[in-house]
């Protein structure tokens, strides 16, 4: 699978943020759902596990993105 991952271009980490990434902005920016029903809504066990992968992805804490 690494080396699939690799002739195409990309790795397993960007794969695995393919959907949560992008759907985190809408629900945080577009539907202006809170942090706590976003993290929920995208599976997180707890709003802080997605807080640290929402700092890997924008670089910002998502209650200031919002």
């Given amino acids: 699978m690494h080396r699939r991952l690799l002739i195409e271009g990309t790795n397993f980490k960007n794969e695995r943020d393919a959907f949560p ?11 202006q759902l809170s942090v706590q029903q976003t993290a929920e809504e995208l599976g997180y066990a707890d709003s802080l596990n997605f807080r640290r992968a929402f700092v890997n992805w924008y670089n910002v804490p998502p209650s200031k993105y919002k």
Avoid at 21 to 31: D, F, Q, S, T
Wanted: glycine content about 0%; charged content about 35%.
């Fill in 21 to 31: 990434k992008p759907r985190a902005y809408e629900l945080l920016h577009v539907k």
